[in-house]
């Protein structure tokens, strides 16, 4: 065999291998990117939620103080005795481990501090934490404000270090007393950790495979040479699709994770609920005050951590689509719609029908719900309708509505990620969808096969 012939053998072996390599590349730096957006998104997205979470809480909590010496401030009375019972209850009103109330005047001087009862008395109006930041003046500025939150250092009762804490203040005026108390941010600072743990380990996998799966079309694309070159396209083509795919399935997986976390700590919310129980039941054994109040605010606690679980599970996972099937799903989904945005969404959908696969639910969720959010965000429509149909071969959604309209064929469209993730969701399952829009609205439909089966390009 002369050196030309083997010249050749190699060039064609190169062109064969040469766009795996460069297609594999491109697509790990991809993933890569994508994958860290993910994780900042999502690590972002949990921490806003788990702050917003803490300031509810200590907003009951302040509430739960202000109720407990209310009567006290309310009686306009000024005198010592009078302050000093205040400040008696506030030191006994623990929640946790690590919960307190604390008092200052607007001087600096600590009132009330029963974790540190060392400090009480004296002027820490140029206290610093370990971050430099002036804390009791930053409380005061924001006390003054009528009330506010602010992220800082202290020491933690239950380990004795320093450990970041977000305070909410509220300002006495006639009293000119600053009442707080605080949340520390450790265990938020935990989940972050382990949410940006997970994703990069998942980044890992998903690489380690991409790199497996290269390794053996160089080696299929080498030993055939240029005879299987397409052959070795579509299984690039294919082994793509199928790393699309688990991208979505690991985001989902995600949500479901995030969204039982997020419920566990709802339990801060009925904590706050159990502690204007347990006053309404003091008032109503010493009969001292009106324990409606109490009650109320307690009534109130519960009511909003239904409506705390509700509105963050759902969002996050479909519940209803796990225990009652996509047709409640979509109904469930349509109310919340409707309750959010006072667009009425006219639904029709089935009572009983057939078993529909999970991903086939779950696409037609996630369809559903990315049209009612485009409906919200962009149609300006003042009605909307939702069908669900299903027969023996097909189930079939189509959603309506009355606004504007859009170019579907437009770059805005075919460049936008909610257009696309909808195609892509049905091409995965060997359904069909479309949009048709104009100047009386939108629809999209879509229709699945009844028993499908995820596209596997041969």
Do not use: C
């Amino acid at each position: 065999m002369d050196s030309s012939t083997m010249q050749l053998k190699a060039k064609i072996a190169l062109l064969a291998i040469l766009p795996l390599v460069v297609v594999a590349a491109a697509f790990a730096a991809v993933i890569a990117l994508q994958a860290s957006r993910l994780a900042a998104e999502q690590t972002a997205t949990i921490d806003a939620s788990l702050m917003q979470s803490k300031r509810v809480e200590l907003e009951h909590y302040i509430d739960l103080a202000l109720s407990a010496i209310g009567p006290l401030y309310a009686s306009g009375r000024d005198d010592a005795a009078t302050r000093h019972e205040a400040e008696a209850i506030l030191a006994r009103m623990n929640f946790g481990r690590d919960g307190y109330y604390f008092v200052y005047d607007l001087h600096g001087r600590s009132l009330v501090h029963p974790r540190e009862p060392d400090i009480v008395g004296r002027n820490l109006w140029n206290l610093r934490d370990a971050t430099g930041l002036p804390v009791i003046q930053r409380l005061v500025a924001a006390a003054r404000d009528g009330s506010g939150f602010q992220r800082y250092m202290w020491r933690k009762p239950s380990t004795g270090k320093d450990a970041p804490k977000l305070g909410y203040v509220v300002l006495l005026p006639r009293w000119g007393w600053v009442v707080g108390t605080g949340a520390y941010l450790d265990d938020v600072e935990r989940v972050e950790t382990g949410l940006r743990r997970h994703v990069a380990a998942s980044i890992r996998a998903t690489m380690a495979g991409l790199a497996l799966i290269s390794l053996v079309a160089i080696a299929l694309a080498g030993s055939v040479g240029m005879a299987l070159n397409v052959s070795a396209h579509r299984l690039a083509d294919r082994r793509l699709r199928e790393l699309a795919q688990r991208i979505v399935t690991l985001q989902e997986d995600e949500r479901a994770r995030v969204a039982r976390e997020l419920h566990d700590g709802i339990s801060q919310l009925l904590v706050s609920a159990k502690y204007q129980f347990e006053l309404a039941q003091h008032q109503v054994d010493a009969g001292d005050g009106d324990p409606r109040d109490a009650l109320e605010h307690g009534v109130g606690r519960i009511v909003d951590a239904i409506s705390e679980v509700r509105r963050i599970s759902h969002a996050l996972h479909p519940i209803l689509l796990d225990r009652l099937g996509v047709s409640a799903a979509l109904g469930e989904l349509a109310r919340d719609f409707t309750e959010r945005t006072s667009i009425p969404v006219r639904t029709r959908l089935p009572l009983e029908m057939p078993k529909v696969s999970f991903a086939a639910a779950l696409t037609l969720f996630r369809i559903a719900q990315e049209a009612l959010t485009n409906i919200e965000r962009h149609a300006g429509a003042t009605r909307a309708s939702m069908r669900l149909e299903v027969d023996a071969a097909e189930v079939r959604l189509r959603i309506t509505d009355n606004g504007r309209g859009f170019d579907p064929g437009g770059a805005a469209a075919r460049d936008g990620m909610g257009l696309r993730n909808m195609r892509e969701r049905v091409d995965h399952l060997r359904g069909e969808v479309s949009v048709s829009s104009g100047q009386r609205g939108t629809t999209v439909y879509v229709s699945l096969p009844l028993r499908t089966t995820s596209r596997s390009p041969g």
